[in-house]
């Protein structure tokens, strides 16, 4: 096998390789646009079950506060209650 022979193959050899080497960058590109397509529905679905969810802690908060104003009269009344009946059972 002379130089010019294997020049001509080591050519052929490289170039093969160039070509392998593209459609292997071309399928690993594939896969991760499609990953990255994958990952932004997925991001667009936690996004709005986040604004759903934010919505809905809206739509409680107010009704959390007047609960707790609700539970404020309760204990006041509890403590008035409570303070009755000691001053009743002290006077017995």
């Given at each position: 096998?002379?130089?010019?022979?294997?020049?001509?193959?080591?050519?052929?050899?490289?170039?093969?390789?160039?070509?392998v080497c593209f459609w292997w960058m071309y399928?690993?590109?594939?896969?991760?646009?499609?990953?990255?397509?994958?990952?932004?529905?997925?991001?667009?679905?936690?996004?709005?079950?986040?604004?759903?969810?934010?919505?809905?802690?809206?739509?409680?908060?107010?009704?959390?506060?007047?609960?707790?104003?609700?539970?404020?009269?309760?204990?006041?009344?509890?403590?008035?209650?409570?303070?009755?009946?000691?001053?009743?059972?002290?006077?017995?």
């Amino acid at each position: 096998m002379d130089k010019t022979n294997f020049a001509f193959w080591m050519t052929v050899t490289g170039t093969l390789c160039w070509v392998v080497c593209f459609w292997w960058m071309y399928r690993i590109s594939t896969k991760q646009d499609a990953f990255l397509r994958q990952l932004h529905a997925q991001g667009k679905r936690i996004e709005t079950l986040s604004k759903l969810e934010h919505d809905l802690i809206k739509e409680v908060h107010p009704q959390v506060g007047e609960i707790k104003e609700g539970m404020d009269t309760m204990v006041a009344a509890a403590k008035e209650t409570a303070e009755n009946n000691s001053r009743v059972s002290k006077h017995k």
